[in-house]
Every structure is written in C-alpha cells, then in structure tokens.
C-alpha cells in the first residue's frame, strides 16, 4: 500500500508539471523507488526469503541454522537444481561446489557451516563412494559440503547438503559412513568450520562480500562443468593438471 501511494503522489506531481522533459521524469521516478525500497521493501524481502522454520542456533560454538527436516530437503533440492553447479564431476571442486551453496544459503537467510571430512593416507585408506557413472569409484583425501541443523523432536541433528553423492539431505553420520562403507573402522577426521572457510587447512577465508573472488569461484566452476560434459572430461582434466604442474616445476 505505501509503494502504491508513494507512486500515486509522485503521478499527480509529474502531471502537474507536464512540460518537465522525460529524462526528469524517469530521474524522478527512480528517486521515488528508491525511497521507497530502501524503506520498505528490503525488509520484506528478506524475511520472505528465510524458511519459517528457521531458528538461529549453535553446531560446536559456530553459528549455524536450523530448520525443520521439510525445509532442510527442500533446501537440498533447490541446491540440486543449480545446473551451473556441476555436481557429476568426480575428480575435483567440492570446495568450488561448497563454497557456492554456501553463498546461495545465505542469500535466503540460511546460515550454513562447512563440513571437512579427510583421512591421513599414512594410517588409512581414501574416501570412497560409487562414482556417478556406476561403474568406478571416487578416492577422495578428503571432502567438503554444507551443513545446516535439523530440528528433530526439539533435538538439533547436523545434516548434510551435498548433491554430488546424496540424492536427499542426510544425518552427518549416514554422510561419513556412506564415504567409509569399504572400511568402516578407519579413522576420518571430521572438522566444522565457518561458510568462509574456504580449503581444508584454514589458509584461505572469503567473506561472500568478496565479489571478485565470487566470480573466480563461478569461473572455475563453469570449467568444471565444461569438464563433466566430455565423457572424457575427468581425464583431460588430471592431464591439464599434470602440464600445469610441469610448467611450474620448470619456472622453479
């Protein structure tokens, strides 16, 4: 109603003084919107944007959401259905593809962690799940996606939102043991760390205010997905790494 009458004052003044040219009465109508989306649409919006289940809470002494297990598969889907995303490629980017979630979830209002899961290849073998073609598997040391609460009888569990191996939002615990199904007593370490935390070891922090880095992360991801379209994808890729690593190896 205030963005209808604000509009309506704002007619009757451009009409009263029609020989104004055009170019001041769009100037004085973006004015006009301006004024009234910085008081009241953006409030709207972002409250229309956060589920109505969600609830500010704590996952080891970091701030996370959690929502009910509706919203969590819910949230899960729309993840899922971000083509540009390319979850089927199994050689690389789950820091890309977490990182990118990430931002998408705050975008709504939902404040992710990210979960690591890595293994010491000295004391036990790699993660491990089927590869999307059914036929191999991917070997990961270690592997990263979101984690958001779900309220459960008053009870807040950790879930995972991660596409490139779940078909539906799942308990942290059916995660990992579906990463260890070939050895289910090997040690994996298993580490939450705040939505910018961006690779295993710390060193890298990206506020999702960074837009530059946004875009880089975007980048490399299209890359990626060009990568998963070519059924020989995942082996160019390991060569263009191998050629990458050889160039820098003849700089030193």
Known sequence: MK??????VFFQFSLAFAQDDLHSFVKGLDTTLKH????ESRPCASSALTPSSAQATKYQGKDVTALSEVE???????MQSHTEIPFDFAIAGCEERAHEMSRLMLLKGIRPLK???SVDENKSPRLEIPHPNGKDKRRWKFHVAPLVMVRINGKDVPYIIDPSMEKKAVPLQDWKRRMTFHDP???????????EQYDISGRYVRPFSDENWNRANQ???????EYSKDPDGENNYLFQMQRDLERMDMMD
């Not at 963005?3 to 309506?8: C, E, G, Q, R, T």
């Not at 009234?36 to 008081?39: F, I, K, L, P």
């Not at 007593?185 to 939505?195: F, N, Q, R, S, Y």
């Not at 980048?219 to 997905?225: A, D, I, P, Q």
């Open 3 to 8: 963005v209808i009458l604000a509009l309506l």
């Open 36 to 39: 009234v989306n910085r008081s």
């Open 72 to 78: 969590a598969q819910n949230l899960f889907k729309e």
């Open 115 to 117: 979960m690591f899961a």
């Open 185 to 195: 007593k090997m040690p994996v370490m298993m580490d939450a760390t705040i939505a």
């Open 219 to 225: 980048e490399k991801l299209k890359e990626f997905k």
